[in-house]
């Protein structure tokens, strides 16, 4: 990334199971943390915690990851039948 009073450097990891959508923008020095969901055309300036939900420009967080499990757990259409 280049700005005009600042060069930004950086590796960017992103861990396993990552959703990432269209158009997103992710700059240098930033993590993805495992099983996070990233909404198309978000501009990623800092960390994403590992299981949560963002979006934005710039990025905000949607939901944790414990707000994403409850989701899950509240959701009909994860309820398994036995």
Do not use: C, W
């Amino acid at each position: 990334e280049y700005l005009i009073e600042e060069y930004r450097l950086g590796e960017v990891i992103i861990g396993d199971e990552v959703m990432i959508g269209a158009n997103t923008t992710i700059l240098p020095g930033v993590e993805i943390g495992s099983h996070a969901v990233v909404s198309a055309g978000t501009l990623v300036h800092k960390d994403v915690p590992a299981g949560s939900f963002v979006g934005g420009n710039p990025m905000q967080i949607i939901y944790t990851a414990e707000e994403m499990e409850q989701r899950k757990q509240n959701s009909p259409s994860y309820v398994v039948e036995e």
